[in-house]
C-alpha cells in the first residue's frame, strides 16, 4: 500500500523527464510505428501515381511556420513522388507570411530530386484576394501572373508553353492550413471543374469529408498522420513518419501515467475507508 501511497505524491519533475526521454529515445533509437494506409489519402498518391510523364499539377500552399511541423512533410512526401514520376509542379501560394517558406521547401526538394526550374517546376508566388485569383487562373494564368516569384515572363519558360489554364493541368491539390481551401472548392473546383485533392491539418480534415464523399475532392491528406501515410505510399520514411513515431511513444507514456495515478488515486481511496 505504501507504494500506492508513493504514486499519489509522485514528483512532476519526474513525469518531465519521462516524456522528454520518449521524445529523445526514438530519435536516437528509431523504431517505426505501422502506419495504416486510409483510403483518402491513397486516392491522392493513386491521382497522381497513374498520371503520364510530363504532365503538370497545380500545388498551391498556404500555411505558415505555426502549421509548418503538419504540413511541411506533407509536402516534400508529394514532391518527391510528383518528381520521381516527373510530373511537373506549378506551385503558388496566397497566405503572404508563408510564401518565402513554400519557395525555399520546393526550391530544396527539386535540389534533391535534380529536377531544373522552368522545365520541370515553377513557382508563381503570391498575390492577395484568393477568390479573385483562383478564378482568373481559370481563364489565364498570367493575369494573375505574369511573372514568376522572380521576375521572369511565364511565357519565357519552357514549362509554361502552351500551357493556359486548369484546363492544361491535370489536379490541384492544395496543402493548406487556412479558410483558402474553401476558396478552392468553391471558386475553383465548382466553377472550373477541375480535379481538386487537399492537405490539411488534422483539426480541418473531419470538416471536408463531406467534400470527399460528394466527390468534390478526390482525396485528403490530413495532418502528420496523412503525411506519414504518404510517406509510406512513396517509400520514403522521413519526418512525419518520424513525428508519428515520437507522438506514439509520448501518448504511450502519458496513458501510462494516468492508469499508475488512477490505480494510485483507487487503492489509497479504498484503504482510508478500511480506517474509518
Not at 507570411?97 to 530544396?108: A, I, S, Y
Not at 484546363?167 to 493548406?176: E, G, Q
Not at 491539418?201 to 496523412?226: C, P
Request: glycine fraction near 10%; include cysteine; aromatic fraction near 12%.
Amino acid at each position: 500500500m505504501y507504494f500506492f501511497e508513493r504514486i499519489t505524491k509522485f514528483d512532476r519533475r519526474i513525469i518531465f523527464l519521462v516524456i522528454g526521454l520518449s521524445v529523445i529515445l526514438p530519435l536516437l533509437f528509431r523504431v517505426d510505428m505501422p502506419v495504416d494506409v486510409t483510403q483518402e489519402v491513397k486516392n491522392v498518391y493513386d491521382r497522381i501515381d497513374e498520371l503520364p510523364e510530363g504532365s503538370i499539377i497545380v500545388l498551391p500552399c498556404e500555411y505558415a511556420p505555426d502549421t509548418m511541423a503538419e504540413l511541411e512533410p506533407m509536402l516534400f512526401a508529394v514532391l518527391r513522388h510528383c518528381f520521381r514520376k516527373n510530373i511537373r509542379v506549378i506551385g503558388c501560394g496566397f497566405f503572404v507570411t508563408g510564401v518565402t517558406l513554400v519557395e525555399q521547401e520546393l526550391r530544396q526538394i527539386a535540389k534533391e530530386e535534380g529536377k531544373v526550374y522552368g522545365k520541370d517546376y515553377i513557382f508563381l508566388g503570391y498575390r492577395p484576394y484568393p477568390a479573385v485569383v483562383i478564378m482568373s487562373m481559370g481563364q489565364d494564368f498570367r493575369q494573375s501572373f505574369p511573372e514568376d516569384y522572380y521576375g521572369t515572363p511565364l511565357d519565357s519558360l519552357p514549362m509554361m508553353k502552351n500551357v493556359k489554364n486548369y484546363k492544361d493541368t491535370k489536379l490541384v491539390l492544395t496543402i493548406n492550413a487556412t479558410s483558402g481551401v474553401d476558396y478552392w472548392i468553391i471558386y475553383g473546383h465548382e466553377r472550373y471543374g477541375f480535379p481538386l485533392a487537399i492537405g490539411v491539418t488534422a483539426v480541418m480534415a473531419a470538416d471536408y469529408y463531406s467534400y470527399l464523399n460528394s466527390g468534390q475532392i478526390v482525396g485528403i491528406i490530413g495532418g502528420l498522420k496523412g503525411a506519414a501515410e504518404y510517406e509510406k505510399l512513396i517509400g520514403q520514411g522521413d519526418l512525419a513518419t518520424m513525428g508519428m513515431n515520437i507522438q506514439s511513444f509520448v501518448h504511450l507514456v502519458i496513458v501510462l501515467f494516468i492508469v499508475i495515478g488512477n490505480v494510485g488515486y483507487l487503492m489509497t481511496r479504498k484503504k482510508r475507508k478500511g480506517l474509518e
